[in-house]
């Protein structure tokens, strides 16, 4: 085989077997927009456009399924409230703090009175450790929903209003990224 050839072989075995760590610092495109702290999980990265057409990439989204992501660019608008509900409905992170909602205290099933064909007699309840009522978990439609959560993360929204359980801060995948930030001591 000539040089040139095996030189080009050797190249594209290389690539290959790095294309996923190349990929990985692959530019998502748009302009950098820094968060408030390095642990805000809300602000997006990268944003592009001005004004109405302003749109921002979905910060936890682009991150590998390793990390807890989608391993694909998100872009959201951030002008009509699109990334906020994102943020807040498919991931339960909040916009005031830039941290996960807290989960509901304990947990307990509640009989329902009256319940149709279609709905559930008994339903899932959270107690809230802001205005310590019990919050339904689940729909009262007894049926699977795409995100189990976001009942709670609705009520989350508009009650805690930044608040946390106290202790409640291990929502931190504890991989490089995270020991690199410790070490600088952000």
């Keep these: ?5 095996l030189f080009l072989a050797c190249y594209l075995a290389l690539t290959v077997r790095r294309a996923s760590f190349f990929n990985r610092f692959k530019h998502p495109g748009g302009i950098s927009n820094p968060a408030r702290d390095p642990r805000d999980l809300y602000t997006p990265r990268f944003v592009k456009g001005k004004g109405r057409s302003k749109i921002g990439l979905c910060p936890i989204c682009i ?3 390793l990390r807890g992501g989608r391993g694909q660019k998100l872009w959201l608008s951030t002008k009509f ?3 906020n509900y994102h943020m807040q409905f498919a991931h339960g992170v909040s916009a005031m703090t830039g941290r ?6 304990s947990y ?9 064909k279609l709905e559930r007699s008994e339903i899932l309840e959270g107690r809230c450790h802001k205005c310590k009522k019990w919050v339904a978990v689940e729909s009262i439609k007894d049926c ?22 106290p202790g409640d801060d291990d929502f931190y995948e504890q ?4 020991c690199r930030l410790q070490e600088l001591g952000l």
């Design 108 to 116: 307990r099933t509640s009989s329902r009175r009256c319940a149709l």
């Design 63 to 65: 991150e590998s399924p």
């Design 1 to 5: 085989m000539p040089r040139s050839k």
């Design 100 to 105: 996960p909602f807290s989960p509901p205290l």
């Design 175 to 178: 991989d490089d990224v995270f």
């Design 81 to 83: 409230s699109a990334f």
């Design 144 to 165: 699977e929903v795409k995100v189990k959560e976001l009942f709670w993360w609705k009520h989350a929204a508009t009650c805690h209003q930044g608040s946390q359980v």
